[in-house]
């Protein structure tokens, strides 16, 4: 039940307003198709009624009296011995030919399509016995021509189509008017009652011709004498008083009906088995003709009245049909079109209102929240316009809806209006924090240089980095309330900079390792937000992966930009979570405080919709998760485009002067300097350059040496460029001493004091490069503040 009663709520409007439409109607469709398939039912029963009669009257009555007369010269022949040339057989013979052709038009009849479309299925089987037992008449003239059947057997063979004949007329259905079908039904039984009367006659005319009744002949002549007395007084009843006083009543009160009147009973008293007929057979045959015949016109003409009385029956019906027919169909009009008109009226004012509320939820709310949230001034009178619904209910639910979705727009004013105050507290609060962490980043870095004790050195760097993070947690409410950080560059810093200035700001930073990294600068204006971006997705990297693993960083340039890999060991996300995240990171989704633990999630967003940045985050085959940063290309300076691979010794330039970098790098990164230990980063990218193709001297055939078979002799080194070729042993040297003498000596060129003298000038270089990178930080910080 409550399924049910839920699955109506989900309906539409309109299926609403038809569901209660459809029902009276169709019921009162229903009663008008009842009332004339009942009007048209009586008048198509007058019709198949008339197509009845023209095959049971006429016609079938022919062939019921043609077979009543075979019948008795057929017994009069068998008991005339059935001499060939007889006048019994000559008489019979003619007799036959009569009874065929009547057979064969009522045949045709018969088979009409449209009477068998008209019969009811029984009275179709019925008649089909009619046809069948027809078919036997042939074969029982032959019997008694062949003297194969007595007089008794004739007469039952006889009797088996007359008897399907009447079977087949009680059969056929009735029609409305009950005084047509009691009537029918009285010719039937009167039509049953001259058979018997015609078997009587048979077995007078069959004992006359032998002279004498044989067997059961009387006995069956006596039950004949009452069956037929019998029938016509039932149906003398039946028959109305005019009929009544019409037909029946001059042939009983005739002479020759008293005549066979009397004869019957003279059979009935003196009629014995193997007893001559008692009365005169030329008597009874004059008066059994003049009686059977005024019999039949009874039958006939009280039929034909029968007929003639049903037309103006057929006119009523027909009338109450036409009447029932358009009146009912005029009501039916008139109700549909009344409830069009309703219908269409109340689902256009619902459906108008639904879908200004439904507009009002999808479009204009959400259009007018982010023209608040965009720090437009928005007139509520004019942003919520009454629904006009008219006065009825309808109406007072559009005005209802009108209070609401004002309400709703003061509503998101008043969240637009709070939400900017909660966005300027966090950037105050944010600002506030951050001109004092670059105040303790410089106090801290003054403190560094002024100490050399190495454990109080530690634990500044590590108070260093703990003021690094903070710094880029307060970013995170600068960023939240929609601006940008205090930090900013104007020239084009290199990615490989940018990634370690990532790396520094994140806690576990000594996990985090790189693979290759193509040389490239980002340019300074998203240098800031992308090294945010960076640090925020390899913190997540290294929180959720194990303690023991590594946290790998690669680049590459591609077509659409420099893409970032940054790939964790720990045990990855469900796919569901993945896509989700996905989404966010392409779609970042409005700030809920309720939702602060992915608040580094949205962060990434932001900053990655602020400058075009695509982050991914896909499955990695360790079983962990790989999020890819694909910086565009408009954000990317200096790309190399070719890489070849670095010789030896510009490795070990490249390893110290990573080390260097490290503090040099504080121009990005300013929390880390030589003084305290440096974060213990695997550099495994290879540091590559550029190699300008250096022209090759043309070779001529004739300055080339040939061997004895005439091939040129090949020549070591000569077909690579002179900065490739290996140096005479005499000129190779190792920090400018000759190769040889380092070899024995071990020792290089230069003193203690002058290996000394060079690393404090490179240490008075990175201390004024960070100096000047703090002032530099302050003066955009304050310039901002301000």
Known sequence: MKSSSWRIRTWSIRAKIITLLVPPLASLVVMWIFATS??????????????????????????????????????????????????????????????NEAIADFRSRAEDGDLQDALPETARGRLQEVLTALEQVEPSRTAVTLGQVDRAGAMEAYAAPIDAFYRWYNSLPGVSDAALTRNARTVIATSRARELFAREDALVNGAAAAGKFVKTESGDLIAAIGAKRTAYSDAVVELPEDARAQFWTPIVDSAPYKQVRDLENKLLAEARVNGPLPIDVTVWRDAYDKVVEQLRTLDLEFGAQISANAQPVAVGIITRLVAAAVLGLLAVAVSIALSIR?????????????????????????????????????????????????ADEIGKLGNAFSAVQRTAVQSAAHEAQLRRGLNEVFLNIARRSQTLLHRQLALLDRMERRTTDPDELEDLFRVDHLATRMRRHAEDLVILAGAAPGRGWRNPVPMIDVIRGAVSEVEDYARVGFLALPEASLVGRAVADVIHLLAEVIENATSYSPPHTRVQISGQLVPNGYAIEIEDRGLGMAPEAIEEANQRLLHPPDFDPANSARLGLFVVALLAARHGVRVTLRHSPYGGVTAVVLVPPHLITGATAELTAPTAAEQQLAAAEEVLELDAADVVRPTLDDVGPAPQIDVVAEHVETVPPVPLPPRTADAQELTDDGLPRRRRQASIVPQLRERPEDERTVDGIPAAEFAATGVGGRSPEQTRDMMSSLQAGFTRGRRDAAQLDDEITLERDV
């Open 38 to 99: 009942l009007t048209a039912g009586a008048a198509f029963e007058l019709f198949n009624s008339q197509t009845y009669y023209e095959l049971t009257g006429k016609p079938s009555e022919s062939v019921i009296v043609e077979l009543q007369r075979e019948r008795k010269l057929s017994v009069v022949a068998i008991a005339a011995g059935r001499t060939e040339g007889s006048p019994a057989v000559s008489a019979l013979t003619e007799q036959r030919a009569k009874s």
């Open 342 to 390: 309703i219908g269409r009226s109340l689902i256009r004012r619902l459906t108008g209102l639904r879908h200004d509320a439904q507009h009002l939820a999808d479009v204009r709310l959400p259009e007018l929240v982010g023209r608040l949230r965009h720090g437009e001034e928005v007139d509520v009178v004019l942003a919520a316009p009454p629904l006009e619904y008219g």
